[in-house]
């Protein structure tokens, strides 16, 4: 069982920037692909970012491409997303997830693990 630990988020002005954490509770972290994810008022979950096992490979959905970046650093357990030029429409709950095998990103079944979310805010 592989428990994950978001932090990071809070309220931004538009254009504002925040980077959120994960950090994950296993010893082989380096073996997972990562993802986030977020999820606004009404609306079902969706994709943000992902990145491989070996951090050499990074996707985004279209509307984040060019503001946010995902990254990890194995040797923290932890992945980041760096979020730029924050939008209004950026506002939601961001999770972070896990799993070991090479799933369809970004797709929420790709995932075996989730953490319990963190709130981003962005006033216009």
């Known amino acids: 069982q592989v428990q994950l630990v978001e932090s990071g988020g809070g309220l931004v002005q538009a254009g504002g920037s925040l980077t959120l954490s994960c950090t994950a509770s296993t010893r082989t972290f380096s073996t997972y692909n990562m993802g986030w994810f977020r999820q606004a008022p009404g609306k079902e979950r969706e994709f943000v970012a992902a990145t491989r096992w070996s951090g050499g490979s990074t996707d985004y959905r279209g509307s984040v491409k060019g503001r946010f970046t995902i990254s990890r650093d194995n040797a923290k357990n932890t992945v980041y997303l760096q979020m730029n030029s924050l939008k209004p429409e950026d506002t939601a709950v961001y999770y972070c997830?896990?799993?070991?095998?090479?799933?369809?990103?970004?797709?929420?079944?790709?995932?075996?693990?989730w953490g319990q979310g963190t709130q981003v805010t962005v006033s216009s």
């Open positions: 997830a896990a799993d070991r095998n090479s799933g369809t990103y970004y797709l929420e079944g790709a995932y075996r693990y």
